[in-house]
T-cell receptor, first 111, second 110 residues
Framework: GENVEQHPSTLSVQEGDSAVIKCTYS??????FPWYKQELGKRPQLIID?????GEKKDQRIAVTLNKTAKHFSLHITETQPEDSAVYFC??????????FGTGTSLTVIP | DVKVTQSSRYLVKRTGEKVFLECVQD?????MFWYRQDPGLGLRLIYF???????EKGDIPEGYSVSREKKERFSLILESASTNQTSMYLC?????????FGQGTRLTVV
């Protein structure tokens, strides 16, 4: 099966700085890579996703990049704000009934 | 509005009890999942179902079973609860891509 590794496990940044979270995957057939944000006490929610036919996708302050050759993808958050503090999960999928999640990154944005 | 609803936010059960966690989705999704979330271990898949009465084991199925008698409902069963099953349990469903999560059930086994 797929193996998704996520780093770092914890990340602290000053407000206004950028944050980068990296994931690697093992199955070259995976073709869908979503990122989920889980605020304290709440359910994970999709914030951005990318498919294997695209190298980069942006949505305001967040962006995701994908390197299929190296089998890694990254989440970039610019101009971080305190409300960005949460746990972030990456995932890899090749079918809608198979999602493999990373172990999560706890991001703290220091005001 | 998309909804995945878990029957309880918090549960406290005794060792050896049979425990039922219920999950209902209203999106007519084929696929439903049960995950366990523990600090430092992320989301670990217990079981998933891709159709009514169909189920597949995930990465950590030991001590758990599931039931899917109707498309909208997916139940997780702890046959004989143990203290090492104290955890946050998350249900999810998917259509073609995005996974939608329930609000989670914090289970404590004493």
């Amino acid at each position: 099966g797929e193996n998704v590794e996520q780093h770092p496990s914890t990340l602290s940044v000053q407000e206004g700085d950028s944050a980068v979270i990296k994931c690697t995957y093992s199955d070259s057939a995976s073709n869908y890579f979503p990122w989920y944000k889980q605020e304290l006490g709440k359910r994970p929610q999709l914030i951005i996703d990318i498919r294997s036919n695209v190298g980069e996708k942006k949505d305001q302050r967040i962006a995701v990049t994908l390197n299929k050759t190296a089998k890694h993808f990254s989440l970039h958050i610019t101009e971080t704000q305190p409300e960005d503090s949460a746990v972030y999960f990456c995932a890899a999928s090749k079918r809608s009934n198979q999602f493999y999640f990373g172990t999560g990154t706890s991001l703290t944005v220091i005001p | 509005d998309v909804k995945v609803t878990q029957s309880s936010r918090y549960l406290v059960k005794r060792t050896g009890e049979k425990v039922f966690l219920e999950c209902v989705q209203d999106m007519d999704h084929e696929n439903m999942f049960w995950y366990r979330q523990d600090p430092g271990l992320g989301l670990r898949l217990i079981y998933f179902s891709y159709d009514v009465k169909m189920k597949e084991k995930g990465d950590i199925p030991e001590g758990y079973s599931v039931s899917r008698e109707k498309k909208e409902r997916f139940s997780l069963i702890l046959e004989s609860a143990s203290t090492n099953q104290t955890s946050m349990y998350l249900c999810a469903s998917t259509g073609f891509t995005e996974a939608f999560f329930g609000q989670g059930t914090r289970l404590t086994v004493v």
